[in-house]
């Protein structure tokens, strides 16, 4: 069997303070954090034990994970696995990469956000390229914020030509609807921007999600993906096996990259392939899937 797994512990904290993210600037205590260590241990321990199968791990944590050495340890343990092909995490990039010669780094995948109200843009592109030294696949990318636009054109002139730069749309309803300019603007940084600028219609459409591809949670809790909350069952229960299986969308639409990029009518691990967690396109983009 193959299986990707999105697992989210109940870390819930950042290093960082957004204004539009809840968990900016949140501390846990020091019993919240050794929680979710072992939750995430227990993970680790059933990951290493499914060698009947082909795994991949995303690690898409609330808040900032790899300030903690538990998550840098747990990449380069899943990444020496012979039958995980592929582990990726989500960060902001602040932290220290000494601990990244110890995975391998062909299996490891890198999700890099740029925060340009807490990193200067220099350090960041820095770490991308100390990423890139090391060998290590990774995709660069801001939220599409307005305000935002000049730097991300900057952004893009200074990471390398081969580096994906992704644009997260603003779709919460709380910004003005980008006018035809805007778009214009940031899908010549991103030429996949009017893709995630979509909300995509699912209900009823197959979905990997469920099948393939799910989301789990620090107590083992499984669901279909991370936007619908009705578990599936259990990873740690004997029989959790017989709950994977087709099932279409119940959802009205899928806005977020890590939801729509598992629906199969879109066709979008033609375009990123390997590179699909990391979110790196593995083909020349081309122009955006047609609407259905």
């Known amino acids: 069997m193959k299986l990707t797994v999105l697992y989210r512990g109940p870390l819930s904290s950042c ?10 600037k949140w501390k846990h205590t020091e019993e919240e954090l050794a929680k979710d260590r072992a939750d995430l241990e227990r993970f680790l321990a059933w990951a290493e034990s499914r060698t009947q199968d082909t795994l991949a791990v995303f690690f898409t944590p609330w808040g900032e994970a790899l300030i903690w050495p538990w ?3 747990a990449l380069a343990r ?7 092909e592929r582990v990726a995490v989500q960060t902001n990039l602040s932290c220290k990469l000494d601990w990244v010669p110890r995975c391998r780094p062909e299996k490891l995948g890198i999700w890099a956000t740029y925060h340009p109200e807490w990193v200067k843009r220099r350090r960041f592109v820095a770490q991308c390229e100390k990423l890139s030294a090391l060998g290590v696949r990774y995709s660069a990318g801001m939220v599409g ?3 935002f636009a ?12 081969d580096t994906y730069l992704w644009i997260n749309a603003v779709k919460d309803g709380k ?5 035809p300019e805007d778009v214009a603007r940031f899908t010549q940084v991103d030429p996949l921007f009017p893709v995630n600028n979509t909300r995509h219609p699912s209900l009823g459409r197959a979905c990997r999600g469920g099948e393939s591809v799910i989301s789990v949670d ?3 809790t499984a669901r279909r ?4 909350p009705e578990p599936i069952g259990n990873i740690y229960a004997p029989d959790f096996d017989a709950a994977l299986k087709p099932r279409p969308c119940s959802k009205q639409t899928c806005g977020c990259h890590i939801g729509y990029v598992h629906l199969e009518y879109l066709e979008l691990d033609r375009v990123f392939g390997s590179g699909i967690l990391e979110r790196v396109p593995t083909l020349p983009l081309g122009r955006p899937p047609a609407a259905p």
């Open 150 to 161: 000049a730097e991300a054109e900057a952004l893009r002139g200074e990471l390398p030509a």
């Open 71 to 73: 998550y840098q340890e």
């Open 175 to 179: 910004e003005a609807p980008y006018t």
């Open 218 to 220: 620090g107590e083992g």
């Open 15 to 24: 290093n960082y303070g957004c204004e539009y993210c809840p968990f900016g």
């Open 145 to 147: 914020f307005r305000r």
């Open 225 to 228: 993906c991370h936007f619908i």
């Open 78 to 84: 899943l990444t020496h696995l012979p039958h995980v």
